[in-house]
């Protein structure tokens, strides 16, 4: 899971540095063409694809995938114009978000605690944002949609079949996302031709993104989720480390502080998840 978060934050971070002037549909295009062929290939060795899915999971895998684009491209116009702890440490509120979702859009059941833990949660986002502040980036907004849009393609992803494998979905929503950066780009008319340096930056993006999807994969199916769940929260220290070493950006007080609410909240859920599921075996 430490290895997954440091491929997710290093994917961000060469999007930042490599992509952020070639704008954000050429960016996501030319990123898009290195992961669906990474993707691809390990979708085909691992037999991915001779799994396909019926018409319920495939309107599941296509909701996601519409999901897994609107945070791609709320996310990263976000990632462009904030610091990268900024951004990352308001993802965090994500396991707080979709323990909420889940109970009130799938019943899943959740307590009281539980829900105190979210509010708090919530708040340490509010912190970050700061909205109506001085410190107050509009941008910050975008955050919170990614969250929601993300939120989405997880309960999607809980709903879809346990024959279909993880490569697969993951592949599909890369080849979508590659091709509406493709969409976007005709639209926009706004190619340039990128340097070596931007292309092999996109490029190394991809190889981080395959193996923060690769080992994700990896550690929820093998690794009790409970413990392993709580190591999500290292992404903040690459992506603090990764912040100032690259773009020198120092988190402000009330941006740290927001990022121990959020982690105390995130923290305390995944400990009730765990006395709950031993209360469960006994």
Wanted: aromatic share 12%.
């Amino acid at each position: 899971m430490t290895a997954s978060m440091a491929g997710f934050t290093l994917n961000d971070a060469a999007m930042k540095y490599g992509g952020a002037d070639l704008g954000l549909f050429q960016a996501i295009f030319i990123r898009g063409i290195f992961a669906v062929s990474l993707m691809g290939l390990f979708a085909y060795a691992f037999g991915a694809f001779a799994h396909m899915p019926k018409l319920r999971d495939a309107k599941l895998i296509s909701i996601r995938s519409l999901a897994e684009i609107c945070a791609t491209m709320a996310f990263l116009t976000a990632l462009f114009n904030l610091p990268l702890a900024n951004i990352t440490a308001i993802l965090q509120a994500l396991p707080l978000s979709i323990a909420f979702a889940a109970a009130l859009f799938l019943n899943e059941p959740i307590g009281r605690k539980r829900i105190a833990a979210i509010i708090i949660g919530f708040v340490g986002v509010m912190i970050i944002v700061r909205p109506g502040l001085a410190g107050f980036n509009a941008y910050s907004l975008l955050g919170l949609v990614a969250v929601a849009c993300v939120t989405l393609r997880d309960l999607a992803a809980r709903q879809l079949s346990p024959s279909i494998p993880s490569l697969l979905v993951a592949f599909v929503a890369s080849v979508a996302i590659m091709v509406t950066g493709g969409i976007g780009v005709l639209v926009t008319q706004n190619w340039q031709t990128p340097s070596s340096f931007e292309i092999a930056s996109l490029a190394i993006a991809a190889v981080f993104l395959m193996v923060g999807y690769y080992c994700a994969v990896a550690t929820m199916r093998i690794g009790d989720v409970a413990v392993v769940s709580s190591f999500r929260y290292t992404v903040m220290i690459w992506a603090i480390a990764l912040g100032w070493l690259l773009f020198g950006d120092i988190p402000d007080f009330w941006t740290v502080f927001g990022m121990l609410v959020i982690l105390a909240a995130g923290l305390f859920t995944m400990y009730r998840e765990r006395q709950l599921a031993k209360q469960e075996i006994d």
